[in-house]
């Protein structure tokens, strides 16, 4: 049985790589963890793009305008997935192939763009301190869209993206992305202690049964 999406380990180092791995894009029937609406409002708390009062009031414009809960599912689902063609153009193969298209890539950055210039539509400036910052999230029915859009306008600007990897699914791993923040650069696998070990566990059988048969 699927994990739900609030076990989803969140391997990413950002919000935005962390969204795009909520769909498991391999296998014949990939699984999608935001399900509906209600797993995305409690995944956009998990990961900080909402606090407690927001989807309070996101969960209240989402119950009185049922259709309005189905439009922002559907744009979070259209930037997951112009953010995961973007991502991947950048992430470099074992081979040294590109493990993108740029050409899709750059259709995915037009769609972005395009959800991000809604967003900053419904956003105010707001004076915090000793500085001005543009607020994302005034209208409710739109709030989690909104912040998804911020958060995936941040990482394509602000983020080193020479440093996103992909799990090696080549080599056994699930294909989830994330930023490798590792001194050395070297970081390989989502996680060790998921597809790293059990990657390593499957080639230390392969490589008995190999001996067993040679001995036998």
């Given at each position: 049985m699927p994990l739900d999406v609030c076990q989803l380990p969140l391997v990413g180092g950002h919000p935005a790589l962390d969204l795009v791995n909520t769909l498991e894009r391999g296998g014949t029937s990939p699984h999608d963890f935001l399900s509906?609406?209600?797993a995305l409002l409690r995944?956009?708390?998990r990961v900080g793009v909402l606090g407690d009062a927001d989807a309070d009031r996101v969960d209240q414009a989402w119950r009185d305008e049922p259709?309005?809960?189905q439009a922002g599912l559907a744009a979070v689902r259209d930037i997951r997935e112009a953010l995961h063609l973007v991502l991947l153009a950048t992430v470099t193969d074992a081979d040294g192939a590109s493990a993108?298209?740029?050409v899709a890539?750059?259709?995915a950055l037009v769609a972005l763009h395009q959800r991000w210039s809604g967003a900053a539509g419904?956003?105010?400036l707001v004076l915090d301190s000793s500085r001005v910052r543009l607020a994302y999230g005034t209208v409710p029915a739109m709030l989690v869209p909104d912040r998804i859009a911020e958060a995936a306008l941040d990482v394509v600007l602000t983020a080193d993206l020479t440093r996103v990897r992909r799990c090696p699914v080549r080599e056994g791993g699930c294909g989830w992305l994330f930023l490798d923040q590792s001194r050395s650069g070297s970081r390989r696998w989502c996680r060790m202690a998921d597809c790293g070990n059990a990657v390593?566990?499957?080639r230390l059988t392969e490589r008995r049964?190999?001996?067993r048969a040679s001995h036998s």
């Open positions: 509906d609406s209600s995944w956009s708390v259709a309005a809960a993108g298209d740029p890539a750059g259709a419904r956003a105010r390593k566990a499957r049964r190999a001996a």
